[in-house]
T-cell receptor, first 111, second 112 residues
Framework: RKEVEQDPGPFNVPEGATVAFNCTYS??????FFWYRQDCRKEPKLLMS???SGNEDGRFTAQLNRASQYISLLIRDSKLSDSATYLC????????????FGSGTRLQVQP | DAMVIQNPRYQVTQFGKPVTLSCSQT?????MYWYQQKSSQAPKLLFH???????NEADTPDNFQSRRPNTSFCFLDIRSPGLGDAAMYLC???????????FGDGTRLSIL
């Protein structure tokens, strides 16, 4: 089983739609969780951290389900500019283990 | 202003000819990382430095080496590039090992 797994998509949605992605992780000791956004041929950029209680930033909501070992990202009122690949990032465990990136879920918002 | 700067943006080298990619940061972060990313794949961590402490990933080929002469700079040396090493190379920094990472624009490496 991969450490971090995502549905590659693409998710094709109309403008204004609500879309959600899930990401599963294998290490139950993981402590840090993030969503990054990566545009085509660009570097990943931090979208938001994911906190245990769930957190929201404008149209974006992130949630963590420790029991089932997944995190989710919900995007409301999708904009054309939301089209990108969304990378799930998880740390392996406490200590010196660096973050592990998922392969990403591609979102295409259509007019 | 860019806080993680990679040079060059595009690098072309010949098969087997050593190449060095550079990364600098103005964030004064403790950790610097090098990733390799191929099309439609996740960034693959090659190694990272926590201060001067070098941490190599188990599956990083010996062909890839790194140097961090000071807090601000980190270099990726590819001793004998093969065709399979053509990729985007991303440098990132973070304050600590589990903190969010800040990426440079990347260097796209082509092998002739």
């Amino acid at each position: 089983r991969k450490e971090v797994e995502q549905d590659p998509g693409p998710f094709n949605v109309p403008e204004g739609a609500t879309v959600a992605f899930n990401c599963t992780y294998s290490n139950s000791a993981s402590q840090s969780f993030f969503w990054y956004r990566q545009d085509c041929r660009k570097e990943p950029k931090l979208l938001m951290s994911v906190y245990s209680s769930g957190n929201e930033d404008g149209r974006f909501t992130a949630q963590l389900n420790r029991a089932s070992q997944y995190i989710s990202l919900l995007i409301r009122d999708s904009k054309l500019s939301d089209s990108a690949t969304y990378l799930c990032v998880v740390n392996g465990d406490t200590g010196r283990r660096a973050l592990t990136f998922g392969s990403g879920t591609r979102l295409q918002v259509q007019p | 202003d860019a806080m993680v700067i990679q040079n060059p943006r595009y690098q072309v080298t010949q098969f087997g000819k050593p190449v060095t990619l550079s990364c600098s940061q103005t964030l004064n972060h403790n950790v610097m990382y090098w990733y390799q990313q191929k099309s439609s794949q996740a960034p693959k961590l090659l190694f990272h430095y926590y201060d001067k402490d070098f941490n190599n990933e188990a599956d990083t080929p010996d062909n890839f080496q790194s140097r961090r002469p000071n807090t601000s700079f980190c270099f990726l040396d590819i001793r004998s590039p093969g065709l399979g090493d053509a990729a985007m190379y991303l440098c990132a920094t973070s304050r600590a090992i589990n903190q969010p990472q800040h990426f440079g624009d990347g260097t796209r490496l082509s092998i002739l």
